[in-house]
């Protein structure tokens, strides 16, 4: 008895000891399906960067990332993807080895949290590092931002090549499928993942919801201030541009020629010369990097235009939530004419977009009514073009799943953007980014942070369930019964085809 009596004190010991000094896990280390990160832990976040999610030859499709050893370092972002920079985004890249992304979550252990993936907009430059997420992260959610190729790198066609200008799509779905494989290692649900952009990361939301190989990578999606369905009227984004009838849907027949017509200002005669030159070269030709801000429909990745398809009820049956802010053109105008001290000559730019409806708009909206020529302009294009295209997309999304229509309406939303004029931008395009994540550049006022707190409430609720609303928040209906407006003070549902004149515009 003596002998099982200290045998049992021996063991018991043991495992007491084994237990004491069994190293705990490190929380600054996840490991991944193809190796573990090392990212860094502040205050009430864990943030992991310049995680390699796939790689890509140019212009091919990309591949999930290899397998590494060890532990790799996750503590600063990956390369950027080519980009020149303009003159509101003073950033430049040249280095087409730059499929990575980042990864937010709150600090404290959990487990099946919301998943959010969001794409950054502009189709020609920026990465997701620049999207600080800490807020979003708070409400417990995890987020991941990503880097996917821009401008001529993923937009080009050329006869040779499979899927021409799908190639930043085909991004996006890769770092989807990354998404789905590895959420629950930072402690998301991978079987709830929401997918949200703004303008251009926006746009390619209305691809994924067509495109055939996303069924199944997302769960939701919110869309601020996207292009789906949106034309462009003679001259409306850039002065003397002709009129279009998709804002970036392009077949794949007239990007390949733009392609080719851009391989003979590079000196190359085949896509062997095309895929040898160096990238700042490519970088060089004048406008090369906007012109391919496009992605193109009739092959593989998309069949058809997002907005047809949409148009025809083809389209994966997600919940949605989407909108735009009130003075959607007032950014694109200013730049155009006030930062570069010219004044628009309104009554011609009319005649020019609309040609013999001129006169009736003219009257609809008559430039007394504005303190400048610029200010009437904006105002017809954000009706015209923005409003009239959110609210196309929105009614007929809604008629096969939950869609919550918005309209960012603070028309004294500071400008983040290193832009200086006195121009009056009021809910300018992209303005609810700092209310959505945090900008250093930027300085709320006490009644604006209340409605940045409400707005991230109802994006990380609507990520949680398909379902903004929430205790403490103003009612939001579905889109059907009207449009929510968010304003500091003044959150408060809308007729968003009244305010914006579609009944004229229609």
Same mark, same amino acid.
């Given at each position: ?21 069994a ?6 280390v ?8 090392r990212?860094?832990i ?18 091919a ?9 060890g532990v790799?370092?996750?503590t ?6 080519p ?5 509101y985004?003073?950033i430049?890249?040249d280095t087409?080895?730059?499929?990575f ?6 600090a ?8 959010m ?19 979003l ?5 995890v ?12 937009g ?13 799509l ?27 952009g ?17 069924k ?7 869309m ?15 002065p003397?541009l ?7 849907w ?10 080719e017509h ?17 990238v ?5 030709v ?12 009739g ?13 025809e ?11 735009a802010?009130r ?5 694109f105008? *200013? ?5 570069? +001290?010219?004044?628009?000559?309104? &009554?011609?730019l @009319? /005649?020019e977009?609309?040609? %013999? ?12 009514r504005?303190k400048?020529p610029?200010m009437?302009?904006s ?10 295209a959110?609210?196309e997309q929105?009614?007929?999304?809604a ?30 395009h ?6 959505v ?18 707005m ?13 609303n929430?205790?403490?928040?103003? *009612? ?5 019964? +009207?449009?929510?407006?968010?304003? &500091?003070?003044a @959150? /408060?549902?809308?007729?968003? %085809?009244?305010r ?7």
């Open positions: 008895m003596r002998t099982l009596l200290a045998m049992a004190v021996l063991l018991t010991a043991c495992s007491t000891t084994g237990a004491a000094t190293p705990r896990p490190d929380p600054a996840v490991k991944t399906d193809t190796g573990a990160v990212g860094t502040s205050g009430e976040h864990r943030l992991f960067q310049g995680i390699r999610y796939a790689t890509a030859e140019r212009w499709a990309p591949r999930p990332a290899p397998a590494w050893r790799k370092d996750a600063k972002p990956g390369g950027m993807c980009q020149v920079g303009s003159a985004a003073p430049s890249s087409e080895d730059c499929l992304l980042n990864v937010t979550t709150p404290k252990a959990g487990t099946g949290r919301p998943v993936v969001w794409l950054h907009g502009d189709g020609a430059l920026g990465a997701g590092h620049f999207s600080d997420a800490r807020k992260a708070e409400r417990g959610v987020v991941v931002t990503i880097n996917y190729r821009l401008g001529v790198f993923s080009f066609g050329h006869p040779g090549l499979r899927d021409s200008g799908t190639y930043g085909q991004d996006q779905m890769e770092a989807l499928r990354w998404v789905r494989r590895n959420a629950a290692a930072f402690g998301g649900n991978a079987g709830n993942v929401t997918v949200f703004v303008s251009y990361g926006a746009l390619a939301i209305g691809g994924l919801l067509t495109a055939p190989a996303a199944g990578l997302f769960d939701r999606a919110i601020q201030s996207g292009e789906t369905m949106m034309d462009m009227p003679a001259g409306s984004m850039v003397g002709p009129a279009y009838p998709s804002f970036a392009r077949p794949e027949a007239e990007v390949i020629a733009m392609g851009f391989a003979e200002q590079l000196g190359c005669p085949d896509l062997e010369c095309l895929r040898r030159l160096p700042k070269k490519i970088l060089e004048p406008q090369i990097m906007n012109a391919f801000q496009v992605y193109a429909y092959n593989g990745v998309l069949p058809d235009s997002p907005a047809t398809a949409i148009r009820g083809r389209f994966h049956r997600v919940p949605v939530l989407a909108g802010t003075d959607e053109q007032s950014l105008v *200013a730049m155009n004419y006030d930062m570069q +001290g010219k004044t628009p000559d309104y &009554p011609k @009319v /005649r977009a609309f040609g %013999a409806k001129a006169p009736q708009i003219l009257r609809k909206y008559p430039v007394s504005y400048s610029s009437a302009w105002a017809v294009l954000t009706d015209r073009m923005w409003a009239r959110t609210h929105n009614t007929l999304l008629e096969h799943v939950p869609v919550y229509g918005y309209e960012f309406a603070d028309r004294k939303a500071p400008m983040f953007l290193p832009l200086e004029t006195d121009f009056a931008w009021g809910a300018y992209a303005a609810d980014l700092a209310y994540f945090e900008e250093k550049e930027v300085s709320l006022s006490a009644a604006q942070r209340k409605l940045s707190g409400q991230i409430d109802y994006w990380t609720n609507f990520a949680r369930s398909g379902d903004p929430g205790r403490g928040l103003p *009612a939001w209906p579905q889109v059907s019964s +009207g449009t929510l407006a968010l304003e &500091p003070g @959150v /408060r549902t809308i007729d968003y %085809a009244a914006h004149r579609l009944g004229f515009w229609k």
